[in-house]
T-cell receptor
């Protein structure tokens, strides 16, 4: 079984500032890692994913994340945020077998202020 | 639009009534997943299908919940005898190449 912990429930930040959203996971097997974004009253949109290879993963909208196996972390970063980045962000893991169902963290609300 | 679609987008029902939600996956995606998301929480896995076969259903929340995927195309999620605790967003996703694509969800409110 896997679990995901998103360490910050809310992250307020000013526009054009950098941001990091933290994610730690627990699993006894190898996993795939994902970050999704959810805007109000909408479904989830994939930002980026780590399946294998380079530990630095680049995604859409200028986001990137780094997989750290020793620290079991997959933190999401953006060097300069925009008002339009205000949303809920979810970190998720799936194992490499057993159906690949996703286990999600509790989410981090990113609030970008002008 | 070739994305995952869900119907209805919103459903208000009275406690004790049965409800059914539909999900149409992206064509040719053979795996289909259902999740539930309560307010302020991340989505929680319920069940999934590979084509028409339901391969995992132990995470369905109670025997009041059931899902089908006839002919391996669209899927339905039914909740019988709804309770106020069933109020949530129900999300469907279809999968190809290790990536799940989510629909917009059906928001259920049980009065």
């Amino acid at each position: 079984a896997q679990s995901v912990t998103q360490l910050d429930s809310q992250v307020p930040v000013f526009e054009e500032a950098p941001v990091e959203l933290r994610c730690n996971y627990s699993s006894s097997v190898s996993v795939y890692l994902f970050w999704y974004v959810q805007y109000p009253n909408q479904g989830l949109q994939l930002l980026l994913k780590y399946l294998s290879g380079s530990t630095l993963v680049k995604g859409i909208n200028g986001f990137e994340a780094e997989f750290n196996k020793s620290q079991t972390s997959f933190h999401l970063r953006k060097p300069s945020v925009h008002i339009s980045d205000t949303a809920e962000y979810f970190c998720a893991v799936s194992d490499l077998a057993a159906g690949n169902m996703l286990t999600f963290g509790g989410g981090t609300r990113l609030m970008v202020k002008p | 639009d070739t994305g995952v679609s869900q119907d209805p987008r919103h459903k208000i029902t009275k406690r004790g009534q049965n409800v059914t939600f539909r999900c149409d996956p992206i064509s040719e995606h053979n795996r289909l997943y259902w999740y539930r998301q309560t307010l302020g929480q991340g989505p929680e896995f319920l069940t999934y299908f590979q084509n028409e076969a339901q391969l995992e259903k132990s995470r369905l929340l109670s025997d009041r919940f059931s899902a089908e995927r006839p002919k391996g195309s669209f899927s339905t999620l039914e909740i019988q005898r709804t309770e106020q605790g069933d109020s949530a967003m129900y999300l469907c996703a279809s999968r190809i190449y290790n990536e799940q694509f989510f629909g917009p969800g059906t928001r259920l409110t049980v009065l």
